[in-house]
């Protein structure tokens, strides 16, 4: 009787010993560095702070990206972010919001913008991301991230002319009132970090559904939206009416002096809110 004691405990033992081998293996496994998760998502951009206001006057708009998370430290909670995003914000035509009224005595005002104007920045982020839930079923993270933007902002500008008294038949320039900062036909880039946090529903171990916040703003002149202004020296805007030189010159270019003065300046910042798909690999 104790000797089939001994081989049934025996047995039991053993059964138990293998089955913690087992999922101390599993658990080994599931934390083993490397785990990579591709997300792809879109959604609202928001434009924040004066970006919005009546400097920047862009409009919220939309954005969409895709990146992966790579987690390699800390049991498989901490690991490296690596995306592409792109995110556009319409804004008002000059016409319909910042054009300044003018009344000139023999001149005119000029409008000009391209159609459909739009801020739009696209770039690479990178930077560290941290698991801070992890179950079969949910997961959640936040991320620091640097992103290396292209900027590209709409053209527009408003232009004052007034017929110069020595020349009947000649329109002079008088004062480009607004004039976009950092317009497109140039290639900018600027650096753009943000914080995000995300948090994910597995519906298989593989594939889920995860929603998104991150916050951007950019650094740097290359980072400002805005408007400057141009003058020329030798003609004074008064009252209505414009007062000129007396003398008389075959175009302002002969005699004009330009300069331009920052009229107000704002950094890009967004708050992007998006949907999208995780796989896990």
Do not use: C
Not at 89 to 116: C, M, R
């Amino acid at each position: 009787m104790s000797r089939l004691l001994l081989v049934a405990l025996t047995a039991l033992l053993n059964g138990t010993m293998a089955s913690a081998q087992q999922a101390e293996e599993a658990v080994s496994l599931k934390r083993a560095p490397g785990a990579f998760e591709l997300n792809l998502g879109a959604g609202a951009s928001l434009p924040m702070g004066d970006y919005a206001g009546t400097t920047g006057k862009a409009n919220t708009g939309f954005n969409i990206g895709l990146d992966g998370n790579y987690y390699f430290m800390a049991n498989n909670r901490l690991g490296l972010s690596l995306g592409l995003g792109y995110q556009q914000h319409s804004k008002d035509t000059i016409v319909d919001n910042g054009a300044y009224s003018f009344n000139i005595k023999n001149g005119y005002t000029e409008l000009y913008q391209k159609p459909n104007p739009a801020f739009r920045q696209f770039g690479l982020f990178i930077g560290p991301v941290y698991k801070v839930l992890e179950n079969e079923h949910w997961s959640a993270d936040v991320r620091l991230r640097l992103g290396f933007v292209n900027v590209s902002n709409p053209d527009y500008y408003q232009a004052v002319w007034a017929k110069n008294p020595f020349n009947a038949n000649k329109y002079e320039g008088v004062i480009v009132s607004a004039t976009a900062y950092n317009y497109e036909g140039s290639t900018r880039f600027a650096l753009m970090p943000g914080i995000g946090a995300g948090i994910t529903y597995r519906f298989t171990p593989k594939l889920g559904i995860n929603l998104r916040a991150d916050y951007y703003q950019a650094l740097g002149r290359n980072g400002k939206v805005g408007a400057v202004e141009r003058e020329m020296k030798w003609q004074d805007l008064i009252n209505n009416g414009i007062t000129f030189s007396n003398k008389t010159y075959n175009n302002s270019s002969d005699f004009a002096s330009d300069y331009f003065v920052e009229k107000a300046t704002t950094a890009i910042q967004v708050l992007n809110v998006n949907i999208g798909l995780q796989y896990r690999f």
